[in-house]
């Protein structure tokens, strides 16, 4: 779980570069940014109701200000990654597990270059 979170953080960390700074593709249209960030929203309230043992964040208000940014200046490539990976990780089998959507999360790596 540990090692998923530090993909997870060390993309999250590179989609907030993106966004900040307009780079990434030549297509930053930010189209889907809308649709990542409410996927990304979903997972926050799923990992919060399942009330996991030993949770990673205490609140759903946390897990969104720590896991969703705004990606609006990314491209809808990256756009998508993002929303694909959040769709995975809301309906994993095991949420609180949170192991089962690393190939998702490469993705993004290589989406918001």
């Known amino acids: 779980m ?3 979170l530090l993909g997870l953080f060390g993309a999250l960390g590179l ?7 307009g780079c990434g593709s030549s297509s930053n249209s930010g189209g889907g940014s809308g649709a ?3 996927s990304c929203n979903a997972y926050c309230d799923a990992y919060i109701a399942k009330a996991c043992a ?3 964040y205490a609140s759903a208000a946390e897990c969104k200000t720590n896991e969703c ?3 609006s200046a990314a491209s809808s490539g990256c756009n998508g990654s993002i929303k694909t990976y959040y769709d995975c990780r809301a309906t994993q089998a ?3 597990a949170d192991d089962g959507c690393n190939t998702q999360a490469a993705a993004i790596l290589t989406a918001c270059q």
């Open 36 to 38: 990542a960030l409410a």
């Open 54 to 56: 030993s949770p990673i």
């Open 2 to 4: 540990k090692k998923a």
């Open 94 to 96: 095991d949420l609180c």
């Open 15 to 21: 989609v907030s570069v993106l966004a900040a700074s």
């Open 69 to 71: 940014v705004d990606t």
